[in-house]
């Protein structure tokens, strides 16, 4: 790897050059990268994020926790770039997941702010946020306006990450539930909330296939339902469970167009119609594409 090409024409230098330095320190250090195959290797992944005012968050991914000696050599490698703050995740899995479970501070706050639509947000690296700062905005501005919310509107965004569209569909309802599967970012969300001075939006951690029935049960009708899962698109029984809710508008945000296909089906054999698609580019010159629907 010492010769290693590591520009992408989508990153910022920063984040080539905090690369570039993590790879001389490692390579000088005999620090092995990790081999899935074998599961062998110390260095996972490197994952890097830039914030407000100049905040860059790097995140290392190492099979076992190295030596304090070691992180302070890394840490000081990628502090000279700058680097405002990096973090430590042990990932000791046999698993092409890229995060563990155990992550640890090593300079700087641990995470950075985002800023959307007048809303602030905190971004840790365990923690989900659409990753382009420009084209997230109209992303979700699109999404709100083709759910065409009202004041007096109850609504449900699912997969919601650290609340950031949540708090923002907040703006124009009486009440917005936010659900998400990953504890940490809705540890994020209830605290971004609470620093934006949004007292309409709650949230709800589980797998929305889990959380969507306790939601029917406690008599959550919401007029307007968006859902913006992962890649794979919704789990089997969700469109079902949201369809049962009995809302007028579904907004279904999709990174993978054979989700998106599959999902839209299941909808309208349960009576939905597909009104509005519209893509939006959110990765440059790549082949990925996300997609706002409206049924």
Not at 166 to 176: C, G
């Amino acid at each position: 790897v010492a010769g290693a090409t590591l520009r992408c024409p989508r990153c910022p230098a920063w984040m080539e050059q905090a690369a570039r330095a993590l790879l001389e320190a490692a390579n000088r250090l005999g620090l092995e990268p990790w081999d899935e195959a074998e599961g062998r290797g110390l260095l996972r992944s490197v994952l890097m994020r830039g914030g407000r005012d100049g905040e860059r968050l790097l995140c290392l991914v190492t099979s076992a926790a190295p030596s304090e000696g070691v992180l302070e050599q890394l840490a000081a490698a990628v502090k000279a770039v700058p680097v405002t703050t990096a973090v430590l995740n042990v990932n000791a899995g046999r698993t092409n997941a890229i995060l563990g479970e155990k992550s640890r501070t090593l300079f700087g706050r641990g995470f950075i702010t985002a800023s959307i639509s007048g809303l602030r947000f905190r971004v840790r690296p365990e923690t989900f946020l659409q990753i382009n700062p420009v084209m997230t905005p109209k992303l979700y501005e699109l999404a709100l306006d083709l759910a065409q919310l009202r004041p007096g509107d109850t609504a449900l965004d699912l997969y919601c990450g650290v609340g950031s569209l949540t708090l923002l569909a907040a703006r124009r309802a009486a009440s917005v539930a936010g659900v998400e599967i990953s504890a940490a970012s809705i540890e994020e969300a209830k605290r971004n909330a609470q620093e934006n001075g949004v007292s309409n939006a709650a949230f709800f951690c589980g797998a929305a296939e889990a959380v969507l029935p306790q939601l029917a049960a406690q008599g959550i009708r919401p007029r307007v339902v968006i859902a913006d899962p992962p890649r794979k698109g919704l789990e089997a029984s969700v469109p079902a469970q949201i369809a049962a809710l009995g809302p007028e508008t579904i907004i279904y945000i999709a990174c993978g167009p054979k989700a998106l296909v599959r999902d839209c089906l299941a909808f309208a054999r349960l009576g939905y119609r597909l009104e509005a698609v519209q893509p939006v580019d959110l990765f440059p010159e790549t082949l990925h594409i996300e997609t706002v629907c409206a049924l």
